[in-house]
C-alpha cells in the first residue's frame, strides 16, 4: 500500500527537531541491553524448564502472570495516528515499569544476587534518560511527568518458584518491549536522516 506523502510530513518535521546524537545513543544502548538480558536471566532462572523466548513456558505462566505482571505499553510505528509524542510517552513508562518491577524482583532472597541485575537496571535507566531527553527536545509536556501504573509485585514474592516465574516473566516482558523500543529508535533514526 502507498502512503501519502502528507501523511509523513508532520512526523517528518518533529524528527528534523530531534538530536541525531541521542538518538544514536539510544539505540546503542537498548542494543546493550538486549545483549544483558540473557545473562541476567541465566544467572537468576537456574531452572532449563523456564526458558526465554519459548511460547509453552510463557502459556504455562500466564495467569501468574495475570495477576503479578503489569503489562508494558504497546508501541506501534510512529505515524499521524501514533505521534512521536505518544512512543516516546509509551517507552518512558514501559522502562520505569521495568526498572520498578527489577528492582523489587532483584530485593528477593530466592534468587542469586548478580551485578548484572544492577547493571542492567542503570542501563534501563540510563536510556530512560536519553529518552526523556528526546521528549523535551520534541517539547512533550504529557509523558515525562507521567506515573507509571502501581503494582504490588512484592506480596507475590513469597517462593522461589513464585520469585523465579516473576524474574522470568518480567525479563520476557522487558526483551520483547526491548526489542518494540529498538524498532521505534531505528524508525526515528531513518527518518531524522
Partial sequence: MLVDSWDLAPVSRELDNMD??????AHSLIS??????????????EKKSMTLGDNSTRQQLQLLKEH????APVLHSISNSFSLETCLAHIVEGLQLHVN???EIS?????????????LIAEIEELLCLI??????????????KQTHKHDLAKH???????????HLTLHQLQEFGSDVLRS????????I
Avoid: C
Fill in 32 to 45: 546493550k541491553i538486549l545483549n544483558d538480558i540473557p545473562t541476567v536471566h541465566t544467572t537468576w532462572i
Fill in 132 to 145: 526523556k531527553k528526546l521528549q523535551n527536545l520534541d517539547q512533550s509536556k504529557q509523558a515525562s511527568d
Fill in 101 to 103: 518491577l527489577l528492582n
Fill in 20 to 25: 541525531k546524537d541521542t538518538i544514536a545513543k
Fill in 68 to 71: 503479578m505482571i503489569p503489562s
Fill in 157 to 167: 514474592l513469597t517462593n522461589k518458584y513464585r520469585t523465579r516465574a516473576a524474574a
Fill in 107 to 119: 530485593k528477593s532472597t530466592f534468587l542469586n544476587k548478580t551485578d548484572g541485575v544492577e547493571d
Fill in 185 to 192: 529508535i531505528l524508525s526515528m533514526r531513518n527518518m531524522s
